[in-house]
Nanobody
Framework: QVQLVESGGGLVQAGGSLTLSCAASGRSFSSYVMGWFRQAPGKEREFVAAINWSGGSTYYADSVKGRFTISRNNARKTVNLQMNSLNSEDTAVYYC??????????????????WGQGTQVTVSS
């Protein structure tokens, strides 16, 4: 089992940057696929980005591709989401997630095993 705690959210102006961090506790962090999701007010939770156990494979939603970068440090048990060129549509609560399932299956579902509590990102125009 793994526990996840997000940090780094806040208020940023449009066009700005922000880096979210997720700290994991528990065993076998390096075996988990890690990801970020977000949920805006009145909308369903949506996938943002994922990274496989080694960091060698990443996957992004079309809406953030080229602007966001996901990375992980297995020794520190952390995963980051670097967000650039932010706009008002990026305003949401961002959630860190983890799952030990197959990479090709996990990135196609929202049903991940473990979730953090979320961190608010607000982009002002």
């Amino acid at each position: 089992q793994v526990q996840l705690v997000e940090s780094g959210g806040g208020l940023v102006q449009a066009g700005g940057s922000l880096t979210l961090s997720c700290a994991a506790s528990g065993r076998s962090f390096s075996s988990y696929v890690m990801g970020w999701f977000r949920q805006a007010p009145g909308k369903e939770r949506e996938f943002v980005a994922a990274i496989n156990w080694s960091g060698g494979s990443t996957y992004y939603a079309d809406s953030v591709k080229g602007r966001f970068t996901i990375s992980r440090n297995n020794a520190r048990k952390t995963v980051n989401l670097q967000m650039n060129s932010l706009n008002s549509e990026d305003t949401a609560v961002y959630y860190c997630a983890a799952d030990s399932g197959s990479w090709v299956l996990i990135i196609r579902t929202k049903e991940w095993a473990y979730w953090g509590q979320g961190t608010q990102v607000t982009v002002s125009s």
